[in-house]
Structure formats: structure tokens, C-alpha cells
């Protein structure tokens, strides 16, 4: 997702100052991402074609970044 199209760009920040923020964190990103449907779509999309998708990220930290919390949401809604 493009720097304009983040669902919750100061929450990033949150989590790179205090990883232990990494649930509430999750949680107002997902609420973001209910939002935007098209971007969903657009992630989606590749996985329906192609059984994968690559998810990228440029912070510092492995664990806690947005592309982790854009999984766990797509692994959630992936769930019956």
C-alpha cells in the first residue's frame, strides 16, 4: 500500500516506539483496513491468480510492521 493509502499511518509509529502496543495496534489497523474494501480487492486479487502474495515493508523491525498486522487481518478473514 502506498504512503497515502495506509489504514493507520500514526499507529505505525506507536509500535516502532513501544512493540508491546503490537494488539491495540493490530486491532485499529484491521478497523482501518474494514474500510478500505478496494484495497483489499487489490491484495486479494494476486492471491486469487497466483495462490500467494508478497507483502513488503521498510521498517527496522521483523516482527512488528504493517505488512505482519496486513497478514494476520488476511489470515482472520481467510478463516470460515
Do not use: I
Request: hydrophobic share 35%; net charge positive; with cysteine.
Amino acid at each position: 500500500m502506498a504512503g497515502g493509502d495506509q489504514p493507520f499511518p500514526r499507529a505505525a509509529e506507536m509500535v516502532r516506539a513501544r512493540p508491546q502496543k503490537w494488539a491495540a495496534f493490530k486491532k485499529k489497523y484491521a478497523r482501518g483496513l474494514e474500510s478500505k474494501k478496494g484495497l483489499l480487492q487489490q491484495v486479494r486479487q494476486p492471491e486469487k491468480q497466483h495462490g500467494t502474495v508478497t507483502l513488503l515493508y521498510s521498517a527496522k523491525d521483523e516482527e512488528y510492521n504493517q505488512a505482519a498486522a496486513l497478514r494476520c487481518f488476511l489470515r482472520k478473514k481467510r478463516r470460515p
